[in-house]
């Protein structure tokens, strides 16, 4: 792995990870405008704790060492969460502004996916 991809790595995995545990935390507490967030997107507010306790057990799983076919699988729930915040709020009709902040987590879910280190991948054996 070169050096430039070890560090697009990690910028975008540590910028992955502040990012979801910011908003896991506040989802979890449901604080910080969430609740009208979801309201306005006609989801239930349980949904947030959810969300919440799976995003931040998500950032757990690509920052330990190890564990590569959980890496897949917290990789893959950052990727629908996101990709489904995103459509949801082009859906209800929301302006694209508000679709933003998910379409950013969106594709740096993708990147920190795609430059991730081999031994943080799951290789054919491992399957």
Known sequence: MTKR?????WVTTIFLSIGMTAGGVQQ??????????VSSLDYPLYLLSILGVWK????IAILIPG????????????FFAMSGAFVSHLVVGQAFIEAVP?????????VSWYFRPAHR???????
């Not at 991809?5 to 790595?9: A, E, G, M, R, V």
């Not at 979890?28 to 967030?37: F, S």
């Not at 564990?67 to 950052?78: Q, R, S, T, V």
């Open 28 to 37: 979890m507490l449901q604080i910080g405008g969430y609740n009208e967030i």
């Open 121 to 127: 991948k799951l290789s054919i054996a491992q399957q």
């Open 102 to 110: 998910s379409l950013i987590l969106l594709s740096i879910t993708v």
């Open 56 to 59: 931040l057990l998500g950032v």
């Open 5 to 9: 991809n070890k560090s697009i790595y």
């Open 67 to 78: 564990f590569p076919l959980l890496k897949e699988w917290a990789y893959a729930g950052f």
